[in-house]
């Protein structure tokens, strides 16, 4: 059963923006760890960015920090998480997955959603 749902993916130009969202149930997730991570063609999937369950505290891989931004909408019933991805390089060519973990999504988060692919022109 999926849980949480990716949206926003998409081809846009080096330099462009895109954002993708990620809507979870509010029970549990208004009270997990969010974040998204990605993953190319013969590489690991790699952290990207994160957002506290408390909703206070960010926090991006180096390759992403100062042009992406996570943040969260806590709504009734679900709660919806977004990448506001700027000045995209072609190097941010991936599928993107959304997570989630009562902890830390860091490593291994214990879910995830299917992922939606982002492609960079050049």
């Known amino acids: 059963q999926e849980q949480l749902v990716e949206s926003g993916g998409g081809l846009v130009q080096a330099g462009g923006s895109l954002r993708l969202s990620c809507t979870a149930p509010?029970?549990?997730?208004?009270?997990?760890?969010m974040g998204w991570h990605r993953q190319t063609p013969g590489k690991e999937r790699e952290f990207v960015g994160s957002i506290s369950w408390t909703g206070g505290s960010t926090y991006y891989s180096d390759a992403v920090k100062g042009r992406f931004t996570v943040t969260r909408d806590i709504g009734k019933y679900t709660v919806t998480v977004y990448l506001q991805m700027n000045s995209l390089k072609p190097d941010d060519t991936a599928v993107y997955y959304c997570?989630?973990?009562?902890?830390?999504?860091?490593?291994?988060?214990?879910?995830w959603g299917q992922g939606t692919r982002v492609i960079v022109s050049s």
């Open positions: 997570a989630a973990d009562s902890q830390s999504v860091l490593q291994l988060p214990a879910y």
């Open positions: 509010g029970q549990p997730f208004s009270t997990y760890s």
